[in-house]
């Protein structure tokens, strides 16, 4: 564990520098450690594939004064029990309209459609992260047969509910917004609510399997 100056206002918690399992546990009960905290210098915690970073007030508190009293309660992550993560089915309608670069996904992997999708729906993945949009899952970890690089030029917007990969990703759009992923399928699952809580449907270490539907 490493923790780095990130801003003028926020310090890094470094975990790892690849996506893993082992390495997002321990982001994942850093991150919900430090919530439970409820320390009011510190104002957002933002948890990413390998690292956390802690947004904090400058007029409260400084990085080394932080640095230090995060150090110490960070020493034994071990017996920190996070909440146990919620699994989420997503049906899914594949290909055609719902996923126009199928096609593109199935001759980059030397597969058929139909084995893309069974490799996709076959994977019990985990939420690494939450952003980009409110409610946008990053999921994890994408089997590397099907593994796809983003398109050279991000589509203006794709319809809420787009299933997208790219590289050994998979995530949802929740709303019609920009995208730079392959679009392989929709899901009419709502995976953000401004006015119920929480907000987003999923969080950090949740799991999440693709159904596919017709």
């Known amino acids: 564990m490493t923790i780095q100056w990130y801003t003028e206002n926020a310090l890094r918690i470094l975990f790892g520098d690849r996506m893993d399992l082992e390495v997002h546990e321990k982001v994942r009960r850093a991150f919900f450690l430090l919530r439970s905290l409820s320390r009011p210098e510190i104002r957002d915690i933002i948890p990413a594939y390998c690292s956390c970073v802690v947004v904090y007030d400058r007029e409260s508190v400084d990085f080394d004064s932080l640095r230090a009293f995060l150090e110490a309660r960070l020493e034994d992550l071990h017996s920190v029990e996070p909440p146990p993560p919620r699994v989420h089915e997503i049906p899914t309608r594949y290909g055609g309209d719902h996923g126009p670069d199928l096609p593109f996904v199935a001759a980059h992997a030397r597969l058929s459609e139909h084995e893309v999708v069974a490799i996709h729906g076959a994977a019990l993945y985990t939420v690494f992260t939450v952003g980009f949009a409110p409610g946008f899952p990053y999921l994890g970890i994408l089997d590397e047969r099907i593994e796809a690089p983003r398109l050279e030029t991000p ?51 949740d799991r999440v399997r693709f159904t596919a539907v017709t």
Request: hydrophobic content about 35%; overall charge positive; glycine content about 14%.
């Open 155 to 205: 589509r203006t917007s794709v319809p809420a509910g787009s299933v997208g990969i790219a590289q050994r990703q998979t995530g949802i759009y929740p709303f019609a917004s920009p995208a730079g992923w392959q679009i392989i399928g929709r899901t009419e699952v709502k995976l953000f609510d401004p006015f119920g809580e929480p907000h987003s449907l999923m969080q950090i270490g």
